[in-house]
Protein backbone atom coordinates (compact mmCIF):
# COMPACT_ATOMS: atom_id res chain seq x y z
CA UNK A 1 0.00 0.00 0.00
CA UNK A 2 1.38 3.27 -0.64
CA UNK A 3 -0.15 6.69 1.18
CA UNK A 4 2.41 9.05 -0.48
CA UNK A 5 -0.06 11.54 -1.71
CA UNK A 6 0.48 14.74 -4.42
CA UNK A 7 0.32 17.93 -3.28
CA UNK A 8 -2.65 18.62 -1.28
CA UNK A 9 -5.26 20.98 -1.92
CA UNK A 10 -5.81 22.10 1.80
CA UNK A 11 -4.63 20.95 4.67
CA UNK A 12 -7.92 19.48 5.98
CA UNK A 13 -10.63 20.71 8.23
CA UNK A 14 -11.11 19.64 11.42
CA UNK A 15 -9.46 16.61 10.67
CA UNK A 16 -8.73 14.86 14.39
CA UNK A 17 -12.77 14.97 15.31
CA UNK A 18 -13.57 14.42 12.18
CA UNK A 19 -11.84 10.51 12.25
CA UNK A 20 -12.96 10.57 16.28
CA UNK A 21 -16.97 11.48 14.73
CA UNK A 22 -16.84 8.34 12.12
CA UNK A 23 -15.57 6.26 15.06
CA UNK A 24 -13.74 4.01 12.23
CA UNK A 25 -13.80 -0.07 12.50
CA UNK A 26 -10.84 -1.87 10.96
CA UNK A 27 -12.84 -3.66 8.83
CA UNK A 28 -15.84 -1.08 7.97
CA UNK A 29 -16.82 0.49 4.33
CA UNK A 30 -16.76 3.92 4.62
CA UNK A 31 -17.42 6.74 1.92
CA UNK A 32 -15.84 10.40 1.48
CA UNK A 33 -18.06 12.10 -0.47
CA UNK A 34 -16.23 15.33 -1.16
CA UNK A 35 -12.37 13.89 -2.01
CA UNK A 36 -10.61 16.96 -2.88
CA UNK A 37 -6.94 16.64 -1.60
CA UNK A 38 -7.40 13.45 -0.08
CA UNK A 39 -6.84 14.92 3.46
CA UNK A 40 -9.56 13.24 5.17
CA UNK A 41 -9.17 9.96 3.20
CA UNK A 42 -5.66 9.40 4.02
CA UNK A 43 -6.63 9.60 7.69
CA UNK A 44 -9.68 7.28 7.65
CA UNK A 45 -6.92 4.98 5.40
CA UNK A 46 -4.79 5.27 8.37
CA UNK A 47 -7.41 3.89 10.75
CA UNK A 48 -8.73 1.37 8.26
CA UNK A 49 -7.49 -2.23 8.34
CA UNK A 50 -8.91 -4.11 5.74
CA UNK A 51 -11.97 -2.38 5.50
CA UNK A 52 -13.18 -0.46 1.80
CA UNK A 53 -12.84 3.35 1.13
CA UNK A 54 -15.22 5.07 -1.38
CA UNK A 55 -14.74 8.33 -2.16
CA UNK A 56 -16.38 11.00 -4.78
CA UNK A 57 -15.73 13.93 -6.66
CA UNK A 58 -16.17 15.75 -9.91
CA UNK A 59 -13.40 17.91 -9.93
CA UNK A 60 -10.76 16.14 -12.67
CA UNK A 61 -8.15 18.17 -10.08
CA UNK A 62 -8.85 16.03 -7.49
CA UNK A 63 -8.96 12.74 -9.35
CA UNK A 64 -5.32 13.23 -9.86
CA UNK A 65 -4.34 13.06 -6.29
CA UNK A 66 -5.60 9.66 -5.91
CA UNK A 67 -2.98 7.38 -4.02
CA UNK A 68 -2.27 4.15 -4.94
CA UNK A 69 -4.34 2.05 -2.25
CA UNK A 70 -6.10 -1.26 -3.28
CA UNK A 71 -8.71 -0.33 -0.45
CA UNK A 72 -9.51 3.07 -2.33
CA UNK A 73 -12.09 3.06 -4.70
CA UNK A 74 -12.14 6.68 -5.96
CA UNK A 75 -15.50 7.39 -8.15
CA UNK A 76 -15.95 10.71 -10.67
CA UNK A 77 -19.20 11.83 -9.65
CA UNK A 78 -21.28 14.49 -8.23
CA UNK A 79 -22.22 12.94 -4.83
CA UNK A 80 -26.26 13.42 -4.92
CA UNK A 81 -25.59 9.74 -7.05
CA UNK A 82 -23.90 8.33 -3.63
CA UNK A 83 -26.49 5.58 -3.44
CA UNK A 84 -26.51 4.82 -7.54
CA UNK A 85 -22.68 4.28 -6.88
CA UNK A 86 -22.48 2.29 -4.02
CA UNK A 87 -24.95 0.25 -5.41
CA UNK A 88 -23.04 -0.43 -8.61
CA UNK A 89 -20.22 -0.93 -6.85
CA UNK A 90 -22.18 -3.44 -4.15
CA UNK A 91 -20.41 -1.51 -1.28
CA UNK A 92 -24.00 -1.19 0.76
CA UNK A 93 -24.60 -0.72 3.25
CA UNK A 94 -21.37 1.46 4.74
CA UNK A 95 -20.38 2.07 7.99
CA UNK A 96 -19.94 5.96 8.29
CA UNK A 97 -20.12 8.85 5.83
CA UNK A 98 -17.83 12.27 5.71
CA UNK A 99 -18.71 15.06 3.50
CA UNK A 100 -16.62 18.33 4.09
CA UNK A 101 -18.96 21.29 2.11
CA UNK A 102 -16.21 23.84 1.00
CA UNK A 103 -14.65 24.61 -1.75
CA UNK A 104 -10.91 23.28 -1.88
CA UNK A 105 -7.95 26.07 -1.62
CA UNK A 106 -7.24 24.58 -4.52
CA UNK A 107 -10.12 25.59 -6.29
CA UNK A 108 -10.17 29.12 -5.06
CA UNK A 109 -6.55 29.17 -5.90
CA UNK A 110 -6.64 28.33 -9.38
CA UNK A 111 -6.84 31.48 -10.76
CA UNK A 112 -8.45 30.43 -14.45
CA UNK A 113 -11.44 28.49 -12.98
CA UNK A 114 -13.58 31.84 -11.78
CA UNK A 115 -13.90 30.74 -8.34
CA UNK A 116 -11.99 33.49 -6.54
CA UNK A 117 -12.57 37.40 -5.97
CA UNK A 118 -8.73 37.60 -6.34
CA UNK A 119 -7.90 36.86 -9.82
CA UNK A 120 -9.40 37.78 -12.88
CA UNK A 121 -10.66 35.24 -15.15
CA UNK A 122 -13.53 33.68 -17.08
CA UNK A 123 -16.89 33.99 -14.80
CA UNK A 124 -17.20 29.96 -14.93
CA UNK A 125 -17.03 28.02 -11.58
CA UNK A 126 -17.93 24.96 -12.52
CA UNK A 127 -16.62 21.98 -10.32
CA UNK A 128 -17.05 19.61 -13.17
CA UNK A 129 -16.17 21.38 -16.20
CA UNK A 130 -18.37 18.87 -18.60
CA UNK A 131 -20.90 20.53 -16.71
CA UNK A 132 -22.69 23.03 -19.30
CA UNK A 133 -23.74 26.25 -17.48
CA UNK A 134 -20.90 28.51 -16.41
CA UNK A 135 -21.44 31.55 -14.27
CA UNK A 136 -21.02 33.53 -17.37
CA UNK A 137 -24.14 31.61 -18.44
CA UNK A 138 -25.76 32.65 -15.52
CA UNK A 139 -25.14 36.55 -15.57
CA UNK A 140 -25.97 36.72 -19.08
CA UNK A 141 -29.01 34.85 -19.62
CA UNK A 142 -30.85 34.34 -16.50
CA UNK A 143 -34.02 36.27 -15.93
CA UNK A 144 -34.37 39.55 -13.56
CA UNK A 145 -36.37 36.72 -11.73
CA UNK A 146 -34.04 34.11 -11.30
CA UNK A 147 -31.42 36.68 -10.36
CA UNK A 148 -32.69 37.80 -7.53
CA UNK A 149 -33.68 35.13 -6.20
CA UNK A 150 -30.14 33.76 -6.41
CA UNK A 151 -28.73 36.86 -5.00
CA UNK A 152 -31.27 36.75 -2.38
CA UNK A 153 -31.75 33.46 -1.47
CA UNK A 154 -27.85 32.01 -1.98
CA UNK A 155 -25.92 35.18 -1.27
CA UNK A 156 -27.81 36.44 1.35
CA UNK A 157 -28.27 40.29 -0.32
CA UNK A 158 -30.02 42.73 0.50
CA UNK A 159 -29.55 44.65 -2.60
CA UNK A 160 -30.52 41.22 -4.75
CA UNK A 161 -33.40 43.37 -6.18
CA UNK A 162 -31.44 46.41 -7.76
CA UNK A 163 -28.05 44.07 -8.01
CA UNK A 164 -30.43 41.74 -10.45
CA UNK A 165 -31.75 44.90 -12.08
CA UNK A 166 -28.73 46.37 -12.92
CA UNK A 167 -26.98 43.48 -14.29
CA UNK A 168 -29.87 42.90 -16.55
CA UNK A 169 -29.50 46.60 -18.09
CA UNK A 170 -25.72 46.75 -18.14
CA UNK A 171 -25.69 42.89 -20.14
CA UNK A 172 -27.91 44.75 -22.71
CA UNK A 173 -25.50 46.62 -24.15
CA UNK A 174 -22.12 44.23 -23.29
CA UNK A 175 -21.71 40.81 -22.29
CA UNK A 176 -20.34 40.20 -18.57
CA UNK A 177 -17.20 37.95 -19.29
CA UNK A 178 -14.92 38.02 -16.87
CA UNK A 179 -14.84 38.35 -12.71
CA UNK A 180 -13.36 41.85 -12.69
CA UNK A 181 -15.83 42.91 -15.23
CA UNK A 182 -18.58 41.53 -13.04
CA UNK A 183 -16.89 43.17 -9.76
CA UNK A 184 -16.61 46.33 -11.90
CA UNK A 185 -20.31 46.51 -12.88
CA UNK A 186 -21.55 45.67 -9.17
CA UNK A 187 -18.88 48.03 -7.14
CA UNK A 188 -21.16 50.40 -6.67
CA UNK A 189 -23.83 48.20 -4.52
CA UNK A 190 -20.57 47.20 -2.26
CA UNK A 191 -20.71 48.49 1.30
CA UNK A 192 -17.72 51.24 2.13
CA UNK A 193 -15.13 48.71 3.86
CA UNK A 194 -16.64 45.53 3.43
CA UNK A 195 -16.18 45.37 -0.18
CA UNK A 196 -14.57 41.81 0.16
CA UNK A 197 -17.49 40.43 2.22
CA UNK A 198 -19.79 41.38 -0.76
CA UNK A 199 -18.45 40.59 -3.34
CA UNK A 200 -17.86 37.06 -1.48
CA UNK A 201 -21.43 36.58 -1.23
CA UNK A 202 -21.92 37.72 -4.80
CA UNK A 203 -19.85 34.90 -5.84
CA UNK A 204 -21.17 32.21 -3.27
CA UNK A 205 -24.35 32.64 -4.95
CA UNK A 206 -23.22 32.00 -8.40
CA UNK A 207 -21.16 29.12 -7.32
CA UNK A 208 -23.88 27.47 -5.54
CA UNK A 209 -26.63 28.38 -8.59
CA UNK A 210 -23.69 26.65 -11.25
CA UNK A 211 -23.24 23.51 -9.38
CA UNK A 212 -26.59 22.91 -8.24
CA UNK A 213 -25.26 22.96 -4.85
CA UNK A 214 -28.14 22.82 -2.17
CA UNK A 215 -29.88 20.75 -4.42
CA UNK A 216 -27.32 17.76 -4.41
CA UNK A 217 -26.40 18.25 -0.65
CA UNK A 218 -30.63 17.61 -0.06
CA UNK A 219 -30.49 14.65 -2.17
CA UNK A 220 -27.15 13.38 -0.45
CA UNK A 221 -28.28 13.63 3.05
CA UNK A 222 -31.88 12.12 1.60
CA UNK A 223 -29.81 8.95 0.30
CA UNK A 224 -27.84 8.74 3.58
CA UNK A 225 -30.47 7.08 5.62
CA UNK A 226 -30.71 4.14 2.84
CA UNK A 227 -27.18 3.17 2.75
CA UNK A 228 -25.83 3.75 6.01
CA UNK A 229 -26.39 0.63 8.60
CA UNK A 230 -27.64 1.35 12.57
CA UNK A 231 -25.02 2.48 14.16
CA UNK A 232 -23.58 4.03 11.20
CA UNK A 233 -22.33 7.81 11.89
CA UNK A 234 -22.76 11.09 9.32
CA UNK A 235 -20.28 13.36 10.05
CA UNK A 236 -20.78 16.83 8.21
CA UNK A 237 -18.88 20.25 7.89
CA UNK A 238 -20.21 23.27 6.53
CA UNK A 239 -18.82 26.27 5.78
CA UNK A 240 -22.15 28.69 5.69
CA UNK A 241 -25.63 28.97 7.22
CA UNK A 242 -27.58 27.73 4.14
CA UNK A 243 -25.78 24.24 4.29
CA UNK A 244 -25.64 24.08 7.90
CA UNK A 245 -29.38 24.78 8.24
CA UNK A 246 -29.77 22.08 6.03
CA UNK A 247 -27.94 19.73 7.37
CA UNK A 248 -28.89 20.98 11.47
CA UNK A 249 -32.66 20.49 10.43
CA UNK A 250 -32.23 17.06 8.61
CA UNK A 251 -30.53 15.72 11.55
CA UNK A 252 -32.53 16.94 14.28
CA UNK A 253 -35.96 16.14 11.97
CA UNK A 254 -35.47 13.78 8.93
CA UNK A 255 -36.42 17.09 7.26
CA UNK A 256 -35.19 20.16 5.95
CA UNK A 257 -37.96 22.50 7.23
CA UNK A 258 -36.91 21.58 10.88
CA UNK A 259 -40.07 20.11 11.88
CA UNK A 260 -40.36 17.41 14.41
CA UNK A 261 -43.06 14.77 13.72
CA UNK A 262 -44.52 12.56 16.69
CA UNK A 263 -46.24 9.14 16.36
CA UNK A 264 -49.59 8.65 17.90
CA UNK A 265 -48.21 8.29 21.77
CA UNK A 266 -46.40 11.72 21.13
CA UNK A 267 -42.85 10.66 21.04
CA UNK A 268 -40.30 12.06 18.52
CA UNK A 269 -39.86 10.19 15.34
CA UNK A 270 -36.23 10.52 14.27
CA UNK A 271 -34.15 8.53 12.12
CA UNK A 272 -30.39 9.93 13.87
CA UNK A 273 -29.17 10.11 17.37
CA UNK A 274 -26.84 13.89 17.77
CA UNK A 275 -23.33 12.72 18.86
CA UNK A 276 -22.78 16.92 18.95
CA UNK A 277 -26.15 18.48 20.12
CA UNK A 278 -24.30 22.01 18.91
CA UNK A 279 -21.54 22.30 16.25
CA UNK A 280 -17.94 21.58 16.63
CA UNK A 281 -15.66 24.63 15.53
CA UNK A 282 -12.35 24.79 15.04
CA UNK A 283 -9.66 25.62 17.97
CA UNK A 284 -8.08 28.64 18.73
CA UNK A 285 -4.23 26.73 17.37
CA UNK A 286 -6.64 25.52 14.04
CA UNK A 287 -7.48 28.80 13.27
CA UNK A 288 -4.21 30.16 13.34
CA UNK A 289 -2.82 27.13 11.19
CA UNK A 290 -5.42 26.72 8.70
CA UNK A 291 -7.24 30.20 8.18
CA UNK A 292 -9.63 28.01 6.11
CA UNK A 293 -11.44 26.44 8.97
CA UNK A 294 -12.58 29.95 10.46
CA UNK A 295 -15.98 28.81 9.42
CA UNK A 296 -16.39 25.51 9.69
CA UNK A 297 -19.20 24.07 11.35
CA UNK A 298 -19.10 19.98 12.20
CA UNK A 299 -22.05 17.92 12.88
CA UNK A 300 -21.72 13.95 13.78
CA UNK A 301 -24.82 12.34 14.24
CA UNK A 302 -25.40 8.47 14.06
CA UNK A 303 -28.30 6.02 12.56
CA UNK A 304 -31.13 4.98 15.10
Known sequence: ?????????????????????????????????????????????????????VAFDQDEDAIANKPEDDRLLLVKSNFRYLKNFLQLYKQLPVDGILADLGISSHQIDDAERGFSTRFNADLDMRMDRNHS??????????????????????????????????LINVRSDKEIATTNELKDV??????????????????????IE??????????????????????????????????????????????????????????????????NKKPIVSTEKELEENTRSRSAKLRIAEKI
Do not use: W
Open 1 to 53: MNLNYRLMYHKPVLLNECIAGLAIRPDGIYVDVTFGGGGHSKEILRNLGEGQL
Open 186 to 207: LSGFAPRNKEQKFYAQVFQALR
Open 133 to 166: VSAKEVVNTYSFEQLKNIFHLYGELKSAYKIANH
Open 210 to 275: VNEELQALREMLEQSLGVLKPGGRLVVISYHSLEDRLVKNFLKTGNFEGKLEKDFYGNPKVDFKLI
